[in-house]
Structure formats: C-alpha cells, structure tokens
Nanobody
C-alpha cells in the first residue's frame, strides 16, 4: 500500500503562514481522493481538507478561506498552504486518503501557533 510522509510543520506566531507537504511512496496519479487531517491534544482526529484528482477541493468550516489544499501528481506530493494561522490550529497534521478505508497513518507534522 502507499505510504505518506508529512513535513513542513513548525512554530509560528498567530497570523503567520506555513506550507505542509505530503510525499507519497509511489505515484499519486491514480489516487482519486486525498485529504489532510489534524489532531489537537485531547481531541479526535478531524478532517481539514480534501482534494480529488481533478482538482476539486473541500474544506472544513474552521479553515475555509485560510487554508489551500493542492496536489502535484508529477512530484507525488500533496500540499496544505496555511495562512492567517490561529492558536486553535495547533495540532499534529496528517495526510491520507480522502475517506476510509485509510492506509497506515504516518508520524504527522506538528504545527504550533503561539506568540
């Protein structure tokens, strides 16, 4: 099965930006539906954004207008551009298929938004 590796997280001040990357172990050209997820301390993992191979996207309400999901099939990579970050965006961010059944979850990348 395909494996995903997330990167690009870090510590950023409120209002700042980060771009996360999700690199696949094989081509993502044939993967129709992909998504970004996040899990904050003490909370369940939640869906942040999804993208289909044709480019259509969907976003969770808390991130609409601030986050942008994209994919580059040639680089086997999916991205999450996060702007106007808020403290409540602090979480470990994961990528996976856009719906179950999911492949094994990676380590994720930590995003911390704090002054």
């Amino acid at each position: 099965q395909v494996q995903f590796v997330e990167s690009g997280g870090g510590l950023v001040q409120p209002g700042g930006s980060l771009r996360l990357s999700c690199t696949a172990s094989r081509t993502i050209f044939s993967i129709y539906y992909m998504g970004w997820y996040r899990q904050a301390p003490g909370k369940q993992r939640e869906l942040v954004a999804t993208i289909i191979s044709g480019g259509s996207t969907n976003y969770a309400e808390p991130v609409k207008g601030r986050f942008t999901i994209s994919r580059d099939n040639g680089k086997n990579t999916m991205y999450l551009q996060m702007n106007s970050l808020k403290p409540e965006d602090t979480a470990v961010y994961y990528c996976n298929l856009g719906s179950s059944p999911y492949v094994d979850w990676g380590q994720g990348t930590q995003v911390t938004v704090s002054a």
